[in-house]
Every structure is written in structure tokens, then in C-alpha cells.
């Protein structure tokens, strides 16, 4: 059976449903609600306020979490998520409404608050409380006494025979190998050259458990950037900045001629065509760089008549990324070279940066760039920046966070070629940590090289539970398209992305033992 802690229960039992029953302690909202540590989320929520507190009284950082994960984990929008909380008294339950209310929580809009006011730092810590407290109860359930089927079958004889009960968490009985099964193993694994779990060096008994760590990008909401089409638009956003200072004076100054039919006709003439040549392609953005220029010369001349602070902050702050794209654009044109750094991809989001990731389809992504690790189903964020990084580089930072997490380094490390650098090499053989993948140099003809290719496939195919975990947050949640427009908040949506799938992950665990006696013998989760 599922068991909740006190607290939770009594909230359980006392909630207030106006059309009459109670809730189901079973149901996965309230399963979630007992997972997460609202007390130690609660106090680093306060402290990032600053003191006094001014203004508007602060939600509680259950309402602010709980919404973010709940919008995350069911891909809602903002305002899909307010009603989605008022229309289901369990969200309202995972919320911590002691009855249900129906109306709206808050205004949709605060939603954006929430994830400027749980930052990264914060969700990481919060992700790292609930999947060290997930491997702990794990472990120790693993770690438990395994009853014989013997006893079991007297303990259901004892109940009547059909009275069955799981605590969650509680591990289960594996059943004995037979001198049969065994050689039946020992010929499957020969037959397809499987070996042992690899573990650490007996002389080293410090290091436990495997390290998986691999990197991925987190695409941006943005559209496919060419260099002709942001050109094109920046010219647009310029034209109504223009008209925006002209406006005082109209009557009084003629209005500067910008040529925008004639720019839009040229620029359609080359977007329009299937298959443009490169030299085509060439001279159309030497034609839009040349409207860009003259635009924001007129603009520098109105500046006299007119002063900035008729613009809004949005045309502003549009008006300064123009500034840099237009020089970055001509610098590029000039010098005849298609790399510049930081270069602009997208005026509205201007902190997103192309990432060259050689994947089939998609070889370059317009995103974050995150170097994660996984260990035993549970993932965490190493690293995660708008610049492109070599992920080699944070290999011995992963390692040294796993010391601080468990108190220990880990046996093996499991990465990609990338990661085997000689730096990673001899940092890894003095802590006597195995690093997978092949050895550096030529390759070797003897016997040894055999075994050794053999660890290298069965890495691999162990390897791919971290691709597997990158393959549920893009495809089942919303690591695949990151539709937050702010630098701050995309970096807030990518750790809830992380912290859901940690709760995914746990949910799976604490429901195995509930499937398994419903007679789901052959379901598996990995």
C-alpha cells in the first residue's frame, strides 16, 4: 500500500471537497505532493526576498513551484495552467489548499514572476534534495531483507489468500538462480559477448556506483535564422522607430525617404526563389545591409530633433541589437568569413547562440547548451550556458560533485570519445575511476584489445540511458522547444524540465510495486 507521511495524511483526509467524497491517496498529485520538501523549498524561496519585504504579500513558494511543475509536467500554457488549478481539486491539493476553491489562483501573468524568482541555483538545489532523498529510499529499500516465497505463501495462507500488501519502496524478491538458469546465462552471455558489471578496482573500495554524462542542446523558441531574413527584419523594426520619431513633426520636417517598398521588393525577389546561388543570396544582403546603414543614420539625425525616450523600452532595446547585428553583418561581409563572435541569431532573443552539434537533420541547434549527468536513473545539471563550451571540460567537476553528493567517487564513468582527453585520463586513474571508450593512440592487435572492445559495447549500450533521458525530456515535456523568451527564465524552464523528470522517475518507482500486484508481472521500467 502507499504510505504517506502524518502531516500529509491529516491534510489528505481534511481537505474539503464541497460536492461530498475524499480524495484518493493514491492519485499521482498527491503521490508528487509527499516527494517534495516544501518546508526546506519554503525557507531558500524566503531568502531570495529582499528585506523588508515591499509591496504585494509574496505567494508561498508551494503555490510558485507546484504551478511551474504543473505546468511543465502537463505542457500548458500560463493561462491553460490557472484554469487547469481551478477546475482540479488536486491540483489544488498538490498546491496546498486546505479545500477546494473554485476560482482562479492568481493572475496567469504571475506565472512569469515564479520563474524569475526561482532561479537556476535554486531549482538545482531543489532538484538535488529530491533525487538524493529518491536514491537514498531506493537503496535502503534494495538494502531490506528479502522474504523467501515459502514464507509469503504462509503469510497469504495466514490472510485468507487474496489480501495483499506493499509498502512503497519495498524491494522485490528475486527469485533464486538454478544450476538451469545459470548455464542458460552463461550461454546467452557468451553467445553475444556480454560481460560482467564492470566495478571498481578491489584496491580502491572508495569508489561506488557509475556516472553517466553526456551533453545536449535545448533548442530556442526562435524562427531558423538566415542572415538575409534577420537583416530584413531588422530593417522593419527601424522603419517604426523612424516613424515613431518623425511623428512630433509632422507638418513641420519632411519625413527622411527610406525606401521600404523598394527593400521589401528585393527582398522577396531572392526569399521567394527555390534555390538561390550563394552569389545571389550575397548580394541581396549587401542590398539589406545597405538599408539597415541608412536607417539607423536617419535615426542618429532625428536623435537631434527628438530624443530616445519617445521609444519604448521594447524598440529600445531593439534599437541596441540592431546596432550590433548591423556590425557584426558587415564585418562579416567585409572580411568574406561566416564566424564572428557572439554572433546574433534572433532580435528577439538576442542571448541565443548557434550550436554546432553534427546531428543527423539538425546540424546546427539555436539554444542552451547542457552538460548533465545521470546516475541511476536521476539526472542533474552540470553545466548549462548560451556559449558553446567542450563538454570534456566538465568532467572533473561532475566527479567532484558526485563526492559531495554521496561521499564518494564513482567507480566508472561512463561519457562519450570527447571526454577521454589526457587531462580526463589521468585525473580519472589517480581517484582509480574507469573511464569508458578506447584507448588513445593506434589501436592494438592483441588479445587484451578483444575484451576491451567487448567493455567498450556493453559501455555503450549502458551509455544510452542518459540519451534515453534527454529523449523524454524533448519528446514527453519541454526540453525539446524552450517557448520562455528571457535568458534567465529559458535557463528556469530547462532545471524544471530536469526537476520533473526526477519526479517522473520517482513517481514510476513508488507505482512498480502497486502495478506488480494488480498482476503486471512483465512491466519494466528503466
Avoid at 137 to 164: C, H, I, M, V, Y
Wanted: glycine fraction near 6%; hydrophobic fraction near 40%.
Amino acid at each position: 500500500m502507499f504510505v504517506l507521511n502524518r502531516d500529509m495524511a491529516d491534510l489528505l483526509e481534511n481537505f474539503y471537497l464541497p460536492f461530498g467524497g475524499k480524495l484518493n491517496p493514491t492519485n499521482r498529485w498527491v503521490q508528487l505532493a509527499s516527494i517534495i520538501p516544501w518546508d526546506k523549498v519554503e525557507e531558500k524561496y524566503v531568502s531570495s526576498f529582499q528585506s523588508p519585504i515591499i509591496g504585494q504579500k509574496a505567494y508561498p513558494a508551494r503555490i510558485a513551484l507546484g504551478s511551474l511543475i504543473i505546468k511543465e509536467r502537463l505542457g500548458l500554457s500560463d493561462r491553460e495552467t490557472t484554469l487547469q488549478i481551478q477546475e482540479n481539486p488536486y491540483l489544488q491539493f498538490f498546491l496546498g489548499y486546505t479545500a477546494y476553491v473554485d476560482e482562479v489562483p492568481f493572475h496567469h501573468s504571475l506565472l512569469t514572476h515564479f520563474r524569475e524568482r526561482l532561479g537556476l541555483e535554486i531549482l538545482a538545489e531543489v532538484n538535488d534534495w529530491i533525487a538524493q532523498a529518491a536514491l537514498q529510499a531506493e537503496r535502503e529499500a534494495e538494502a531490506k531483507p528479502k522474504s523467501s516465497k515459502r514464507d509469503r505463501d504462509d503469510d497469504d495462507n495466514d490472510a485468507g489468500g487474496s489480501q495483499l500488501t506493499m509498502e512503497v519502496g519495498e524491494a522485490l524478491t528475486i527469485p533464486e538462480e538454478t544450476p538451469a538458469t545459470a548455464k542458460k546465462s552463461r550461454n546467452i552471455a557468451k553467445r553475444f559477448h556480454v560481460l560482467p558489471p564492470a566495478s571498481a578496482p578491489t584496491a580502491n573500495v572508495r569508489n561506488k556506483g557509475t556516472l553517466m554524462l553526456d551533453a545536449t542542446c535545448a533548442p530556442a523558441d526562435i524562427k531558423y535564422p538566415t542572415d538575409l531574413g534577420l537583416l530584413n527584419h531588422a530593417r522593419e523594426i527601424l522603419e517604426d522607430i523612424i516613424d515613431i520619431l518623425h511623428h512630433p513633426h509632422i507638418g513641420v520636417m519632411e519625413k527622411p525617404r527610406t525606401y521600404r517598398e523598394k527593400a521589401r521588393k528585393s527582398y522577396l525577389g531572392v526569399s521567394k526563389q527555390r534555390k538561390a546561388s550563394g552569389k545571389v543570396i550575397r548580394k541581396a544582403i549587401k542590398k539589406q545591409l545597405g538599408y539597415v546603414g541608412r536607417d539607423l543614420r536617419i535615426i542618429e539625425a532625428l536623435v537631434e530633433h527628438t530624443p530616445l525616450t519617445e521609444l519604448s523600452k521594447r524598440h529600445y532595446r531593439q534599437l541596441l541589437i540592431i546596432s550590433e547585428l548591423y556590425r557584426q553583418q558587415r564585418e562579416m561581409m567585409e572580411k568574406k568569413i561566416h564566424v564572428i563572435a557572439d554572433r546574433i541569431v534572433s532580435i528577439q532573443q538576442p542571448h541565443v547562440r548557434p550550436m554546432v552539434r553534427g546531428k543527423a537533420g539538425t546540424n546546427v541547434e539555436f539554444g542552451a547548451k547542457i552538460a548533465a549527468s545521470l546516475v541511476d536513473g536521476y539526472a542533474w545539471i552540470e553545466t548549462v550556458e548560451w556559449d558553446s563550451f567542450n563538454e570534456a571540460t566538465t568532467l572533473q567537476a561532475s566527479a567532484e560533485a558526485y563526492k559531495q553528493r554521496f561521499g564518494y567517487y564513482p567507480a566508472v564513468i561512463l561519457a562519450d570519445k570527447i571526454y577521454r582527453n589526457r587531462d580526463n585520463l589521468n585525473y580519472c586513474k589517480e581517484l582509480g575511476i574507469r573511464l569508458s571508450g578506447p584507448k588513445l593512440g593506434r589501436p592494438s592487435k592483441e588479445q587484451s584489445e578483444v575484451a576491451d572492445r567487448r567493455q567498450e559495447r556493453q559501455d555503450a549500450a549502458q551509455r544510452n540511458a542518459i540519451e534515453g533521458k534527454f529523449g523524454e525530456g524533448k519528446r514527453k515535456l519541454g526540453l525539446g522547444r524552450i517557448h520562455a523568451r528571457g535568458a534567465e527564465t529559458s535557463l528556469t524552464v530547462i532545471a524544471l524540465q530536469f526537476l520533473v523528470m526526477n519526479l517522473e522517475r520517482r513517481l514510476r518507482v513508488l507505482f512498480l510495486p502497486f502495478f506488480k500486484l494488480l498482476g503486471f508481472r512483465g512491466l519494466r521500467w528503466v
